[in-house]
């Protein structure tokens, strides 16, 4: 069965659709996502760009840009959402954990869930062949597997790299979630032409990117936070539907020393609200999937 991208999650208005509970009645299911990654020193050559933009390589400013995040970065934001008990859903490059054990052990010490990010942020998938890709995917299942003894949830491409068959592939894998896709304030059911995925509402925009690639002040992003959390709360209150706020992160971004407290700052004042669920990525497909079966089938059906 063909698929076209466009028909995979067929169009409905928030505002007319079933509604979506939370545990406890909670308004808004927060998740907040490290992308813990790694970037090869001297990357293989890609089809489409070139991992560093500074040739020839090794481009050392841009390796040890983002080096800074693992071997610092991330222990600042460890610190600060262990203060508010937040565990962390994970988009890891899969390789990170072979690298870095003690960061794994970090993770598998606190529960935290694992959202697969491919191996290496430096591998790209576009122009992948379908074979190529149901590799690349197998490979990730099978490290996560030999190193944890489990299965993976949740699946998003490396460096946002995907191919037309990329939810097909992830679905075929046993993978339940996915998050390519930031269309939404709530799950929704993928079409797939076999087994089952569920998109879990990732953010580029609500993403400390914006601040690496356009220069805004940390300040400015927690303003965003709180400006994105009133609005969600404020309409999960006025209609009775769960929202999804989902805050991106990277260690070499936002665990920088100017830059951590405003994460601090925006966990605070999240979490002195009521009804505001601390969930990850894996708990919150969990609870749309076997709670809010009314809104997935109405998708599936081809709209609310």
């Not at 460890?78 to 008990?85: E, L, N, S």
Request: negative net charge; aromatic residues 12%.
């Amino acid at each position: 069965m063909t698929i076209i991208n466009a028909d995979r999650a067929p169009y409905s208005p928030i505002t007319g659709r079933p509604k979506i509970k939370w545990p406890n009645n909670a308004k808004v299911a927060l998740w907040v996502v490290p992308n813990i990654e790694h970037y090869e020193y001297l990357p293989s050559p890609q089809r489409t760009r070139n991992p560093w933009p500074r040739t020839p390589h090794p481009d050392v400013i841009g390796y040890g840009s983002k080096d800074y995040g693992n071997r610092v970065g991330v222990w600042r934001m460890i610190d600060v959402m262990d203060k508010y008990d937040v565990r962390g859903t994970v988009s890891l490059n899969m390789a990170n954990f072979a690298h870095y054990p003690e960061i794994m052990q970090a993770c598998e010490e606190r529960e935290w869930s694992i959202l697969c990010h491919g191996l290496y942020n430096t591998r790209y998938h576009w122009n992948y062949s379908e074979d190529e890709e149901r590799a690349a995917i197998a490979e990730c299942v099978d490290l996560y597997r030999d190193l944890t003894g489990r299965m993976l949830q949740g699946w998003f491409s490396p460096a946002v790299s995907f191919t037309l068959k990329t939810p097909d592939l992830v679905a075929e894998a046993g993978i339940k979630y996915y998050c390519d896709w930031y269309h939404d304030d709530q799950p929704l059911p993928m079409r797939v032409r076999s087994g089952n995925l569920v998109t879990v509402p990732y953010s580029m925009d609500l993403n400390d990117s914006a601040l690496y690639l356009k220069q805004h002040e940390s300040l400015d992003f927690l303003e965003m936070i709180r400006d994105t959390f009133d609005t969600l709360y404020a309409e999960a209150e006025a209609d009775g539907s769960g929202r999804v706020m989902c805050i991106a992160l990277h260690p070499y971004i936002m665990g920088q020393p100017h830059r951590i407290g405003h994460l601090d700052d925006a966990l605070n004042y999240i979490l002195s609200h009521d009804g505001v669920w601390k969930a990850t990525g894996e708990e919150i497909a969990d609870w749309y999937i076997e709670h809010c079966g009314d809104h997935l089938s109405a998708h599936l059906d081809g709209g609310a």
